[in-house]
């Protein structure tokens, strides 16, 4: 937990849902922790000290003022550590009625670290072409495989019948 720090909350759309943000004392910008977990049906006391102890999660303790002109205090969770948190819920752990929008904000999630550390999405195809070679080869026991990207890379047969990777 961090220190305590006035903001403003401001509104941002995602996923049909008006999510909290407030900007951080550096400039960065967080959500507010029980908004979150209101939109998951989750508890925010346990989701707090789930965050506490997670050595990856940054939260930091604010003052805000509400729409009754009242100062209050709310946990925000750094914008980094947002994935993190939504790859510790299980789909399991959620009413039904929220698991769907749980699995899409977490493909989201999955989808910009994919981005960031694996090149945009326009990028894919060579990306899918080195897991498919990835795939033959352990299918069919080969003794090497070369998974570089881009056409041409790596051994060129066809995927195996009716195999399906995802797209």
Known sequence: MGRRVSAAIERFSFQGDALEVIRLPDGDVGLVLRQ????????????????KEAPWATTVIMTVVAGDGKAREVTVLH?????????????????????????????EAADVLADHFLGRREDDVHLLGAAERLARHLVEGQGSVTLGAGPGAGPQAAAPSGADYGR
């Open 79 to 107: 914008r980094r550590s947002l994935p993190g948190w939504l790859f510790s819920i299980h789909s399991r752990k959620v009413r039904s009625a929220v698991r769907a929008k749980l699995v899409a904000y977490q493909r």
């Open 36 to 51: 979150l977990c209101e939109v998951f049906d989750l508890d925010v006391d346990t989701q707090r000290t789930k965050l």
